[in-house]
């Protein structure tokens, strides 16, 4: 079977700086691909590009062999590819499901059609009981499951997660991560930027590294972890790479 997503290629360039350099990988159907690399390696470049937030310079991005490039981030998004970001920005004085359908009325006309996507991706991250909550009463666990929420309203054949542990208390991450794994179990497939090598260990199938915008390794999480390059890149940044 084809991979879902297969990126070729893929560069773009601020002034000099070149941001991501040649890229190329493929994510499998109902895989979880963990992307890692120091600060400005890339990542959050690339996120970009696959979403169409940035047009690249070069390459090529196809989902299900449809080609992604160039095309703005709305047709992606329809095109079944969900992005959650890092810094959590719900709506704070809408409900939580009203943030949801937010996000679910961008794949449908109807109102109820997105009430009934909305309340199913609340299920699914287990924030059911908090639907009528504002979510500015939300913690910073319950508000990462209201953004993944919102990215699975959407319906999508790809979910890109940009540090679904970051900035939560150490209590709150293996919930998380046992909530990341249930959707996989569901079959949605991941492309996951984690900083914290416990979690993107007990996570990935395989694993993304990202240097200065250049791809230095790509496979099996235990095999990247002992490359060389990778190892080279951590001991110059203060992530815990152990
Ligand atoms: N819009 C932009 N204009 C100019 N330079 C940019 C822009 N976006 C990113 N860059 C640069 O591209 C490089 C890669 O940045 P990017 O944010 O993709 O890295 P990252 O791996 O996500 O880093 P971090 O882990 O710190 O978020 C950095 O040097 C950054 O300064």
New binding site residues.
């Given amino acids: 079977m084809s991979a879902l997503l297969v990126v070729s290629d893929l560069s773009k360039a601020?002034?000099g700086?070149t941001?991501?350099d040649g890229i190329s990988f493929e994510v499998e159907r109902g895989e979880i691909l963990g992307v890692i690399?120091?600060?400005?390696?890339?990542?959050?470049?690339?996120?970009?590009l696959l979403t169409g937030f940035?047009r690249p310079d070069r390459g090529s991005v196809l989902l299900e062999g449809r080609e992604l490039r160039g095309l703005r981030p709305d047709v992606i998004s329809r095109a079944g590819v969900a992005r959650t970001f890092q810094k959590l920005k719900p709506f704070a004085d809408m409900t939580v499901t009203e943030n949801v359908i937010v996000g679910a009325i961008s794949r449908t006309a109807s109102l109820a059609e997105a009430r009934d996507a909305a309340l199913d991706a609340l299920h699914q991250v287990d924030l059911l009981e908090k639907r009528h909550s504002f979510a500015r009463e939300l913690s910073t666990g319950q508000r990462k499951r209201l953004e993944l929420a919102r990215g699975l309203a959407t319906r999508p054949k790809l979910l890109l997660m940009d540090e679904v542990t970051g900035g939560v208390d150490q209590r709150t991450i293996p919930g998380l991560v046992d909530l990341v794994l249930s959707l996989k179990e569901r079959g949605v497939t991941v492309v996951t930027?984690e900083?914290n090598m416990q979690v993107l260990m007990r996570l990935a199938d395989r694993v993304l590294a990202?240097r200065s915008?250049r791809r230095i390794a790509f496979g099996a999480p235990d095999s990247v972890r002992a490359t060389p390059a990778v190892i080279d890149a951590y001991l110059g940044t203060a992530t815990d790479a152990a």
């Fill in positions: 601020f002034g700086l941001a991501n690399g120091p600060n400005g390696a890339g990542k959050s470049t690339l996120f970009d940035q930027i900083h990202l915008g």
